[in-house]
T-cell receptor, first 113, second 117 residues
Framework: ELKVEQNPLFLSMQEGKNYTIYCNYS?????LYWYRQDPGKSLESLFV?????AVKQEGRLMASLDTKARLSTLHITAAVHDLSATYFC?????????????FGKGTRLSVIA | DTEVTQTPKHLVMGMTNKKSLKCEQH?????MYWYKQKAKKPPELMFV???????INESVPSRFSPECPNSSLLNLHLHALQPEDSALYLC????????????????FGNGTRLTVT
């Protein structure tokens, strides 16, 4: 059974600080997804990582994928309040690239002044 | 704005009611999904339709009945629900499912917030 584990589950960080969210998964998948969800809202796609060593950056967020370690990281640089949200990583259930996603439990990020 | 449209946005229903959730997309996607999300939890897969045929049912109770009338529409019929079924129901679509076709990301709708009283 595919398991996707995120840590930390809760993160409170000060504005301007850096931090990393980790996502471990149990299957040999080379496709990993990061989503953002604001309270009461749907899921917004942030990054899609499609191969080992993939690195993508958007603003203050940078995601990377190490398929050998079955690990993805989401790095936050110089956090701002607008980044407060829940972040989910997700993996294809059957590593086919087009199957349903299995989500991690999410990391609830709160950026405080 | 999302390209996957869900209606209604909010729904309150009693345990004896029958209601339906609707999802629509016009991106030419041939795979559509229902996910259920409880508060402060990740989305959980319920059903997958591929080319208008049910391909995955994640052991969902029969009080939830999906329907895919055509490639653009996906319904979720609700009957005799329990209070614990209250959740955010998310619809998603992707170009297709299956191997050999390359990468096809999921597009999520804004969800229907369901409350069962």
């Amino acid at each position: 059974e595919l398991k996707v584990e995120q840590n930390p589950l809760f993160l409170s960080m000060q504005e301007g600080k850096n931090y990393t969210i980790y996502c471990n998964y149990s299957t040999t998948s080379d496709r990993l997804y990061w989503y953002r969800q604001d309270p009461g809202k749907s899921l917004e796609s942030l990054f899609v990582l499609l191969s080992n060593g993939a690195v993508k950056q958007e603003g203050r967020l940078m995601a990377s994928l190490d398929t050998k370690a079955r690990l993805s990281t989401l790095h936050i640089t110089a956090a701002v309040h607008d980044l407060s949200a829940t972040y989910f990583c997700a993996v294809d259930k059957e590593n086919s690239g087009n199957t349903p996603l299995v989500f991690g439990k999410g990391t609830r990020l709160s950026v405080i002044a | 704005d999302t390209e996957v449209t869900q209606t209604p946005k909010h729904l309150v229903m009693g345990m004896t009611n029958k209601k339906s959730l609707k999802c629509e997309q016009h991106m030419g996607h041939r795979a559509m999904y229902w996910y259920k999300q409880k508060a402060k939890k990740p989305p959980e897969l319920m059903f997958v339709y591929s080319y208008e045929k049910l391909s995955i049912n994640e052991s969902v109770p029969s009080r939830f009945s999906p329907e895919c009338p055509n490639s653009s529409l996906l319904n979720l019929h609700l009957h005799a629900l329990q209070p614990e079924d209250s959740a955010l129901y998310l619809c998603a679509s992707s170009l297709r499912t299956g191997t050999g076709f390359g990468y096809s990301p999921l597009h999520f709708g804004n969800g229907t917030r369901l409350t069962v009283t």
